[in-house]
């Protein structure tokens, strides 16, 4: 019934966790990494989001040892009977989260002026490096792209700037996320991780906790289901237990924005494991994720919020896989109005879930004028994929009419 194809937007336009910046060097990578880098990366990706020896901290995954077939699934799938969507997802959580390092400070006058001027001119080309690797992605030149991040990596590690080799391997692995090359990008996630880990970054971080949920993700879309829920529940109960302690801290302890932002990054993770919980053919279990991550959605981004709408059709979705049409027809008849209101870009997927979900009611007459209205939207996008599906369904639906004439 339900198109999944679509991007998670949790954490759209705010850092998921705030660094602390100051003057020195790392400054100015920092600034560049800010800028839109991750949004632009995702469009080009196809918008429809460690080492071995420290993943055991945070995972309990086994190194070594014979691991599952990997089941990598097509970037673009059309409908949610037939198969979980679980690579487009993947490339959304890789692209929604800043660079996973935070800024370090040099000690003022470490090496002399000469060593910092050496340092500042690498760091510099280290940067033009890093932008043209990211035109060769919008430009789909994955290639390209993968040779300029090894040029950028070579020379981080020439100049000992384990900033710039920690965002490299960060862009790295992301890059292989998009291109479907799971198993590398597992491995370079992992490095990161190890990066952090190693410079004294706490495993309750947010971001750990973000490359915990791409791994997870990644796991799932292998289908190495012990290790994937093993993430997802690492990622979602860190997370609960470092709000608890966190919520009575005073703003001048940590800022309301910083709670927010962990908050809503508990959010992408409920919405990630719901997803994965779905298609694992759970839906009650789903249906609880959903809620609780609607609920701090709309707590923190309101109601007419993109990712809110899209909270409201999956777990629509989720209710009518139960066979509750009533209870789901709410949700979605919400989830269309706000859609239409703020022109969501995914509008037409949206009014394509309320026409499934009417059909399941058989009410074939308002289900045939949604899904007319849904066609027209998704022809108006361009969107090949969903245009043919809304055909598809539109149809069935004229054979279910006819046979009850």
């Known amino acids: 019934m339900r198109d999944p194809r679509r991007a998670s937007c949790w954490g759209r336009g705010i850092r998921l966790t705030r660094p602390a910046v100051r003057r020195g060097r790392g400054e100015s990578m920092y600034r560049f990494f800010c800028r839109g880098l991750g949004r632009g990366l995702l469009r080009a990706a196809g918008?429809?989001?460690?080492?071995?020896?420290?993943?055991?901290?945070?995972?309990?995954e086994l190194a070594g040892g014979p691991r599952p077939e990997a089941k990598v699934l097509p970037p673009r799938v059309a409908l949610h009977r037939r198969g979980p969507g679980l690579l487009p997802l993947v490339a959304a959580l890789a692209w929604f989260s800043r660079p996973a390092a935070e800024e370090e400070e040099r000690p003022p006058g470490a090496g002399g002026a000469a060593a910092e001027d050496a340092a500042d001119e690498a760091e510099a080309e280290i940067i033009q490096l890093l932008k043209r690797a990211k035109l060769s992605i919008?430009?789909?030149?994955?290639?390209?792209?993968?040779?300029?991040?090894?040029d950028a990596l070579r020379l981080a590690y020439q100049s000992d700037n384990k900033k710039a080799i920690t965002y490299t391997y960060d862009l790295m692995a992301n890059l292989a996320f998009i291109r479907g090359q799971l198993e590398n990008a597992e491995q370079l996630f992992k490095a990161t991780m190890n990066y952090l880990l190693g410079g004294g970054m706490k495993q309750e971080d947010n971001a750990i906790i973000e490359i915990s949920l791409k791994l997870a993700s990644i796991y799932a879309a292998q289908n190495r289901q012990e290790f994937a829920l093993a993430g997802y529940e690492f990622c979602i109960s860190t997370l609960e237990e470092k709000i608890e302690r966190e919520k009575e801290l005073s703003e001048d302890v940590m800022p309301v924005e910083e709670k927010a932002n962990t908050r809503l990054l508990l959010g992408m993770c409920l919405d990630s494991c719901a997803r994965y919980l779905l298609f694992s053919k759970k839906p009650s279990q789903a249906q609880r994720m959903?809620?609780?991550?609607?609920?701090?959605?709309?707590?923190?981004?309101?109601?007419?919020?993109?990712?809110?709408?899209v909270l409201m059709s999956d777990l629509a979705t989720t209710l009518d896989a139960q066979g509750h049409f009533e209870e789901a027809y709410l949700y979605m008849q919400r989830a269309s109005d706000l859609a239409r209101e703020i022109n969501h870009p995914e509008l037409h997927m949206v009014l394509s879930n309320l026409a499934a979900i009417l059909t399941h009611r058989e009410r074939y007459t308002q289900a045939k004028e949604i899904y007319q209205e849904a066609l027209k939207q998704a022809e108006l996008k361009r969107d090949e994929v969903s245009v043919q599906h809304i055909r598809e369904e539109l149809a069935e639906l004229s054979r279910k009419s006819r046979l009850l004439t």
Do not use: F, V
């Open 47 to 60: 918008r429809r989001r460690w080492c071995w020896g420290c993943s055991s901290r945070l995972l309990p």
């Open 138 to 150: 919008m430009k789909d030149e994955p290639e390209e792209a993968e040779l300029l991040l090894h």
């Open 290 to 309: 959903y809620e609780r991550a609607l609920q701090i959605s709309q707590e923190i981004q309101g109601e007419r919020h993109p990712q809110t709408i």
